[in-house]
């Protein structure tokens, strides 16, 4: 890759500051991603991947505050950013789309005012204009007679068709970065693949930057390029997608992908993890996933540092699985 | 829309029929308005010809019957007591309360939604807290007490506001209204704040509910994701979706501040029906009883009815005419 990355993320640190203490949702994340690239943020429930998204969308709520690092985007950092500036950039440069369609879309305004609303908070353009480009956007995402859809209201969408709208809407103003926060989780098998296909495809053409945000490992493989696995917070190992997914080793990103149903395995049960995600209110300090890890020693009371075990590749454990 | 407007207006009329009854034989069975209303030296032939001169002589269902062929003519009986006919005397008193009863909402909504959704946004900051801390006080304050306190402040100490009647009116097509000229403002400002107080802290409370549970949902975060402004965000995607309860109580809470004005009316000697329908109970005016709850009824129907109208705009979830329609 040529040329500094479109948007890296350096050190980042949001907490929540609830009554009962401070929940570390992320915590010390870097990764960097760049034009026409896609990224996987792979982790359990919990593991502070949407937050992480979110952080860079600048949509972290009271009582959660960004506490430390910064938001590389095209040469600005983000987070010195007053609200309003980090609003235009939302939206327009930075898209987002979120897990469940049935939950995104207004239920009571329709289409064409939801796409239009988005075009015109970020450009000066005439409500025609608006419409037409709107009816283009719909048309890109694949929906079938766009002009009679722009009328509809969501809930005269399938689950399926609304993502696609969502998507349609994230994608009209041509913004650099799209963040999908496990948008294909609700949808049936065959409509996820069609979209998974679509959106590569789509980043492809427009050069923009994709981090897909996802816990299903077998997503990541066939679209991403990159892949950061997330683990209470914290990038436990990133690389390339074929390197972390063939030589995995941090023994949770192994547990990971020993999870995954395949068809060599037949008849056989499948292999787990043991144990939970661990709260991370008041988390202790160590690595996170000791208790659950095998390989664990007296050492892993102690945060492991990243370490680069081959170019290209981050680390973040005492005993990595041997190759 | 047509049959379910038909279906509606039948439903409303049973309910009108049904009520009718309900009333009739509630005053019947209060006592017999001849004793108050001839001259207690009377003899008894007197009372007779007075008791047959009211029609009160005939067996209740006989009566009843009569009521409901004159009602079917639009001919509500006439009062016992002034021997006008009854919906005349209620029509000449309904605009004094339609108009402070208006105005009391227009004061409700035009604070209550700003006020809530600033409470439902910031639930937790100080100015959150003090709305809420005033809505409860709003709730239970009793409405006579406020309004002897308003009175006390604003017309006694401060001399500031008249205390009572409508002050100086215009006609607007045929119809007195006090809200065009400085006076009547000045005479409707504190029954209208006296009657709203109550509605105001129901739509704090509501909007603020709507608020808090609307902030969370996904499609408020999409919106803010697709970098609209704060305002659009509030005001169209939050407060459209929170707008079908608000609604709902308006449009009940518009039919009952009409109904019971009765306490506001009383404190501030407002001309209006609520006086006119504590005098008739007194004087078991039935005929006036009658029509007083017939209109006040009809009024309900009405109001829910456009209710239900503004719905389907509100919502393109809500279909008019619910089963018949989907077929």
């Known amino acids: 890759m040529s040329g500094p990355p479109l948007l890296s993320v350096d050190g980042l640190r949001m907490h929540f500051f609830t009554k009962a203490g401070v929940v570390k949702a992320v915590d010390d994340v870097s990764f960097s991603v760049g034009r026409g690239r896609i990224l996987g943020l792979v982790g359990e429930s919990g593991s502070g991947k949407s937050m992480t998204g979110y952080s860079v969308m600048g949509l972290i709520d009271p009582p959660g505050r960004l506490v430390g690092g910064r938001i590389v985007f095209d040469g600005q950092d983000l987070t010195r950013l007053d609200a309003s500036a980090w609003r235009r950039l939302r939206g327009n440069r930075i898209a987002m789309i979120f897990q469940d369609p049935m939950m995104t879309l207004n239920p009571v305004l329709r289409i064409d005012t939801q796409i239009v609303e988005t075009i015109r908070a970020h450009a000066d353009v005439s409500r025609e204009s608006a419409l037409a480009r709107a009816r283009e956007a719909l048309a890109r995402v694949g929906i079938p007679s766009p002009d009679e859809r722009l009328r509809a209201y969501p809930h005269q969408f399938s689950g399926g068709m609304r993502q696609r709208v969502a998507i349609a809407i994230a994608l009209v103003n041509h913004p650099d970065v799209i963040i999908a926060d496990e948008p294909t989780t609700a949808l049936d098998v065959t409509i996820q693949g069609q979209i998974l296909f679509e959106m590569q495809k789509l980043c492809r053409e427009t050069g923009a930057a994709l981090i897909w945000i996802t816990h299903d490992l077998s997503v990541i493989a066939g679209l991403a390029d990159e892949v950061c696995v997330m683990y209470a917070g914290r990038v436990v190992e990133s690389g390339t997608v074929a390197e972390v997914i063939e030589r995995p080793l941090h023994p949770y990103t192994r547990g990971l992908i020993d999870s995954v149903p395949s068809r060599n395995e037949r008849g056989r049960p499948l292999r787990q993890i043991p144990g939970m995600t661990p709260s991370l209110l008041e988390l202790a300090p160590g690595c996170p996933f000791r208790e659950r890890c095998a390989r664990a020693s007296a050492a892993c009371a102690e945060s492991p540092a990243v370490t680069e075990p081959a170019p290209g590749r981050r680390l973040r454990c005492f005993h990595p699985v041997d190759a | ?327």
């Open chain 2, 1 to 327: 829309m047509l049959a379910y407007t038909i279906r509606r207006f039948g439903q409303s009329f049973i309910v009108l029929v049904f009520m009718s009854f309900l009333v009739f034989v509630g005053v019947y069975a209060i006592g017999n308005p001849v004793e108050l209303l001839v001259n207690p030296q009377a003899d008894e032939a007197e009372r007779i010809r007075a008791t047959a001169a009211l029609g009160l002589d005939k067996p209740f269902l006989e009566q009843y019957w009569g009521f409901l062929k004159g009602a079917a003519k639009g001919d509500l009986g006439k009062s016992f007591v002034f021997n006008v006919p009854a919906l005349t005397l209620i029509l000449e008193k309904l605009p004094a309360t339609i108009e402070l009863a208006f105005v009391a909402m227009v004061i409700a909504i035009s604070l209550g939604i700003p006020l809530g959704l600033v409470a439902g946004l910031k639930p937790d900051s100080f100015i959150g807290r003090g709305i809420m801390a005033g809505s409860i006080m709003g709730f239970s304050l009793p409405t006579f007490w406020v309004g002897l306190v308003l009175i006390m402040i604003f017309s006694v100490h401060l001399g500031w506001l008249p205390s009572n009647g409508r002050g100086e009116t215009v006609l607007v097509a045929g119809i007195p209204v006090s809200f065009l000229t400085m006076d009547g403002i000045a005479h409707l400002a504190m029954p209208a704040t006296n009657l709203a107080l109550f509605k105001l802290s129901l739509l704090i409370r509501l909007t603020r509910a709507g608020t808090r549970e609307a902030v969370l949902q996904d499609y408020v975060k999409f919106a803010r994701a697709k970098g609209l402004p704060q305002r659009r965000v509030i005001g169209v995607h939050v407060l459209k979706n929170i707008l079908i309860p608000i609604v709902t109580v308006i449009g009940l809470e518009l039919g009952s501040v009409i109904a019971f004005a009765i306490v506001t009316e009383s404190i501030f000697a407002w001309p209006g029906t609520g006086k006119l329908l504590i005098d008739s109970i007194n004087q078991l005016d039935r005929p006036v009883i009658v029509a007083y709850l017939l209109v006040i009824v009809s009024l309900f129907v009405v109001i829910n009815f456009v209710v239900d109208v503004l719905y389907s705009l509100l919502d393109p979830r809500v279909r008019l005419g619910g089963a018949a329609a989907a077929h």
